[in-house]
């Protein structure tokens, strides 16, 4: 093989630690060390029919990251490249395979004995617990998160697990502190970068705002006014559900009630691969009094096959349901804008919805090295789509909690929780 390790990461390739995490620097070299792991560990292994995967956000990304690293360094040992499948065999049948996280189902039902997941902050949350980690179960696999921080995430719960855990190898690599990069090009992208993105693709910072965040700043001014703690749900009042309904993707559902003139959101649940029967079930699962249920507008139109809308199929089962109009999405999003400052959001049943409020970015133009003024659409979407559908639906009330662009509300402090 090819590889020569970078001396930062000869720790890592020697680790005796089952799990490990690596928060590092643009250009440090971390995707190559990982590829470089997966076929050093798939060569030395004793295992028969030994399965690997390396495991990025998008499918796309995976074979654009990826992909030539792998046959470039494994060109010594390859066998067999399956260039549709982003797989390769080793010669004595040991296979990698190249996968994207935004397809989980193309995951489940498989083993593996070692797993790298690759830029781990922009993964759906629950890839890790429900889909990668089962899947290392009976092989007694291993697993590698690497990537740059983007705010308080499931990534940051990761690394913050690893630098405490003794069973876990742990790695921090700062360009201030590597000595990877020249210096004088780290004096020239403080020049053209915000303190905030230098602090976080240079200096592993999870403290910087997310870059391109929509709503990431209002949910930390949440957090720090304590308006994210357990709300418990209200008997005497209540709940109004906002869906954002997934075709062959996940659906989200979040649960709020107004008590007063005080938007409390008590609830959110999302899963992909159900059917609508499910979500039905789940909702008359929990002891809520349902007074609305909004949904998206394309909820009024007919499927292929049964000819009846999502919104039909739901009154049929029993959930009357709002079909709001076709979305402004700027409107919408000045809506969650204002409408944030005022709520109050449950830690524990809204924790995903939190992460995904707080990962909904900007699309970036990578051409033009600029954020256009549209969402990116990925793990997080739903979840923010679902909770732009409940601020739009709020707006249209009688007792409007959230009114037509405006300048943004202060949070009052003379609230049920004051």
């Known amino acids: 093989m090819k590889y020569s390790p970078r001396e930062v990461f000869m720790p890592f390739h020697l680790r005796d630690k089952r799990w490990s995490c690596i928060v590092a620097h643009r250009r440090a070299g971390k995707t190559v060390a990982c590829i470089n792991e997966l076929l050093t560990r798939a060569l030395a292994t004793k295992k028969e029919n030994a399965r690997y995967a390396y495991i990025a956000p998008y499918y796309a990304q995976a074979k654009q990251i990826a992909w030539d690293y792998l046959k470039a360094y494994g060109q010594e040992i390859i066998v067999k490249n399956h260039e549709s499948e982003l797989q390769v065999e080793l010669f004595h049948g040991s296979r990698i395979r190249l996968f994207g996280a935004d397809n989980p189902n193309a995951l489940r039902g498989l083993y593996f004995d070692g797993a790298i997941l690759d830029e781990y902050a922009d993964m759906r949350p629950s890839v890790w617990p429900e889909v990668i980690r089962p899947a290392l179960t009976d092989r007694k696999g291993w697993a590698v998160f690497i990537g740059t921080p983007k705010g308080n ?19 921090v690599l700062k360009a201030s502190e590597s000595g990877l990069l020249p210096q004088e090009e780290l004096i020239d992208a403080q020049k053209t970068m915000s303190e905030d ?26 957090n720090a006014e304590n308006r994210i703690t357990s709300v418990p749900y209200s008997p005497s009042s209540s709940v109004i559900t906002a869906w954002d ?38 909702i008359r699962e929990k002891p809520y009094n349902y007074s609305e249920h909004f949904l998206p507008h394309d909820a009024a139109s007919g499927q292929l096959g049964t000819g009846k809308s999502l919104s039909d199929q739901l009154t049929g089962m029993g959930i009357k349901n709002t079909v709001l109009q076709r979305p402004d999405i700027d409107a919408g999003i000045q809506f969650v804008r204002q409408l944030i400052p005022q709520c109050w959001f449950d830690e ?23 954020f256009m003024a549209k969402p990116l659409h990925n793990w997080a979407s739903h979840g923010a789509d679902a909770f732009r559908y409940l601020a739009t639906g709020l707006s249209t009330l009688k007792s409007p909690v959230v009114r037509k662009p405006a300048p943004m509300q202060q949070h009052s402090s003379h609230s049920w929780m004051g």
């Not at 995430?153 to 790695?171: C, G, P, R, T, V």
Request: proline fraction near 1%; hydrophobic fraction near 35%.
């Open 348 to 370: 524990t049943k809204c924790a995903a919805g939190l992460e995904a409020l707080k990962n909904y970015q900007k699309k970036y133009d990578e051409d033009k090295k600029v």
């Open 197 to 222: 993105q230098y602090a976080q693709e240079f200096e592993c910072s999870f403290t910087a705002a997310i870059i391109g965040s929509y709503y990431g700043t209002l949910i930390n001014q949440a």
């Open 153 to 171: 995430n499931e990534f940051y719960k990761i690394h913050q697990h690893a630098k405490m855990s003794d069973d876990w190898y742990s790695l």
């Open 245 to 282: 309904l997934g075709y062959g993707d996940s659906t989200a559902i979040w649960f709020a009630q107004i008590v007063g003139k005080e938007p409390r959101i008590i609830d959110y649940y999302e899963s992909n691969g159900v059917g609508l029967d499910h979500y039905v079930k789940i």
